[in-house]
């Protein structure tokens, strides 16, 4: 299967255009890995850090295309590529089937470089504060939680990171001798690079600003 999915490092254009996005798996499993227990996906927008997280009770390949299904449908704008690693849960025929051989409009599905965790660096971010910070490192092994869970992550937890919460972003990197200078944008929420993007139709702007109107992040965060 990894034959079929090309292998491919980020490029210029993924990091400016927004609708490029890496995705990772989250296992809430404590200490041990045997038995069940839930799992997150994280899928993250590369250039403007819009986030979403689903939970399951498993990563079966099937349960891997339903959250990812569920994941673009609740997107602002269209997805046009996404990057994983080397995982059995995504290196399977069913998401190579539903991101890069749909019928209209294919995804640009890729891998990154195996034990190479920093090829998907944005991602692995967020597992840490849209997953990790939120749900700890306990193990999760009652699959009533992942109802609990998802009701979070979809109603709560994303519209106040996407919406609310403040992010800087690298712009470039200078090398001073042995040493390496990193410069970062003013902090801006997701919501608000999408918007100045340039990058969503009028109605995409309105259906978002929209959907803002109706939330309030002191309730979000309660």
């Known amino acids: 299967m990894k034959v079929q999915i090309p292998l491919d490092l980020l490029r210029e254009e993924q990091r400016e255009s927004s609708r490029y996005f890496e995705a990772d798996t989250v296992a809430h499993c404590g200490d041990s890995l045997e038995g069940q227990f839930a799992w997150s996906l994280t899928m993250t927008d590369i250039s403007k850090g819009w986030t979403e997280n689903r939970a399951s009770f498993s990563k079966t390949s099937a349960t891997i295309m339903k959250q990812m299904k569920d994941i673009e449908d ?41 034990y190479k965790k920093n090829d998907n660096a944005h991602v692995e971010q967020k597992n840490f504060t849209h997953v990790r910070n939120l749900f700890g490192y306990e193990r999760l092994a009652d699959e009533y939680l992942v109802s609990l869970m998802n009701d979070i992550y979809k109603n709560y937890w994303c519209p106040l990171k996407n919406f609310y919460t403040s992010a800087m972003k690298l712009k470039k990197k200078h090398r001073i001798g042995s040493r390496i200078k990193k410069e970062y944008d003013r902090p801006k929420t997701p919501y608000q690079r999408l918007m100045e993007s340039g990058q969503l139709t009028l109605k995409q702007q309105a259906d978002l600003a929209n959907r803002k109107s109706r939330l309030n992040p002191f309730k979000l965060r309660k």
């Open 74 to 114: 609740s997107l602002p704008f269209r997805l046009i590529g996404v990057a994983t690693d080397n995982g059995s849960e995504f290196m399977n025929q069913e998401v190579y089937g539903f991101l890069a051989q749909r019928g209209e409009e294919p995804i640009n599905y890729v891998r990154r470089r195996p």
